[in-house]
């Protein structure tokens, strides 16, 4: 019997091992024998898929202390466990999903419940080799961006509630690195140092000056300030491109927005600025931004997809459900949002409909990595699709 609180690491060990089976995940403790207790095995063996697929009556009717506990130990187990072991992970992380949305549903204002889920959809894929890629320079690829703009969005809404909260501002931070977003990564490490001086613990306060040199390293990497003056449409773009060039995306969209307002500019201008929003963790300033160019978009159904991931990004799965099915009214064969949905509807616990939808993804997909990652989910949800 090990509980989830303290011995997370011990748990996420016995999981990993090949010998051990867990027969018991409640709110407060896991239990386990080893695989040489074949009946214990056979009858009890704890199936996180199925529990999130087929949902008995004890998971469906859990108290808001119990789904509290359960969010905080899927974090845990999630963010311990070998990336690579999906099969493993991938449970744990709609289970985790599962706690938090409740506790969102609950209570919008909830910080535990963004909290923890910030936490699971920064883990639930490895993290890229370095160097960083600068993604949000590039067009949303909801393969790469998605479980990372939901993780940002998330977090972002934890902090609105704590903003002191340690561990939040750590991954955020960490977060805005993996997509080399280098000033807001500083601004969130401007944040967390304050927090970290007041904090008591020792391997806390043993962080300080790892810190200092994160934030050393972020100002060299930003280099000297970037002048914003602009006379023409030349030197604007010039003048965006050597800010997100240096990692400085608020300050682009400063400058990009006075430039464009909303009500009177191009779809290419409402759907960069809308893309920089997302990453930044800010899915309703950019749902509005897509809204604005859907009557100008060259297709709308990709303005409707990525209205759908705004939507997705602050937990609203039915509103995110509804534009990601009038995207494919216009565009069938859409792949962005194709896969959107099938990710939308395996964390809703619908595997059948993310059967369909990861399999018309992997036909329209763009190219070999984007069909994997629709195959992948297909494998995931099949045995409980049929």
């Avoid at 859990?62 to 506990?69: D, F, I, N, P």
């Avoid at 690579?84 to 991938?90: D, G, S």
């Avoid at 949000?136 to 977090?155: C, G, I, N």
Wanted: proline share 7%; glycine share 4%; aromatic share 6%.
């Amino acid at each position: 019997m090990i509980d989830h609180e303290n011995n997370w690491s011990t748990e996420a060990s016995m999981l990993a091992n090949a010998h051990w089976r867990c027969v018991w995940f409640g709110p407060i403790v896991g239990v386990f024998v080893h695989d040489s207790a074949t009946e214990a095995v056979r009858e009890h063996a704890v199936d996180f898929a199925a529990r999130h697929f087929r949902p008995d009556e004890a998971s469906r009717t859990r108290t808001l202390a119990e789904q509290t506990t359960l969010a905080k130990a899927f974090r845990s187990l999630v963010g311990k466990l070998p990336s690579h072991r999906v099969e493993l992970v991938h449970p744990l992380v709609w289970n985790g999903i599962d706690a938090c949305r409740a506790l969102i549903a609950s209570d919008p204002r909830t910080d535990v419940g963004w909290r923890m889920m910030g936490q699971i959809l920064i883990d639930r894929e490895p993290a890229p080799a370095p160097p960083a890629s600068p993604r949000y320079r590039l067009p949303f690829d909801p393969v790469l961006d998605l479980s990372l703009v939901r993780a940002s969005a998330a977090m972002r809404q934890a902090l609105e509630v704590d903003p002191d909260e340690l561990v939040t501002l750590f991954r955020l931070e960490d977060s805005y690195a993996r997509r080399a977003m280098t000033g807001e990564a500083l601004r969130t490490i401007d944040r967390l140092l304050p927090v970290a001086a007041r904090n008591p613990k020792p391997a806390v306060l043993g962080l300080i000056d790892q810190l200092q040199r994160k934030r050393e390293a972020y100002v060299e990497s930003l280099g000297p300030p970037v002048a914003t003056d602009w006379h023409n449409m030349a030197e604007l773009d010039r003048v965006v491109t050597r800010l997100l060039a240096s990692g400085r995306v608020r300050e682009a969209l400063e400058v990009m927005g006075r430039a464009h307002p909303p009500d009177r500019s191009p779809w290419e201008a409402l759907d960069r600025m809308a893309t920089l929003r997302l990453h930044l963790g800010e899915p309703a300033e950019a749902r509005a931004l897509w809204e604005h160019g859907l009557r100008e978009a060259p297709e709308p159904a990709i303005a409707l997809a990525r209205m759908a991931v705004a939507y997705l990004a602050e937990a609203n799965f039915e509103a995110g459900r509804a534009a990601y099915r009038r995207a494919l009214e216009s565009r069938p064969a859409l792949f962005e949002a194709c896969y959107g949905l099938a990710v939308l509807e395996q964390d809703a616990g619908d595997a059948r409909s993310a059967y369909e939808m990861a399999t018309r993804a992997a036909a329209a997909a763009p190219d070999p990595r984007s069909r994997e990652a629709a195959a992948a989910i297909v494998r995931d949800v099949e045995r409980f699709a049929r």
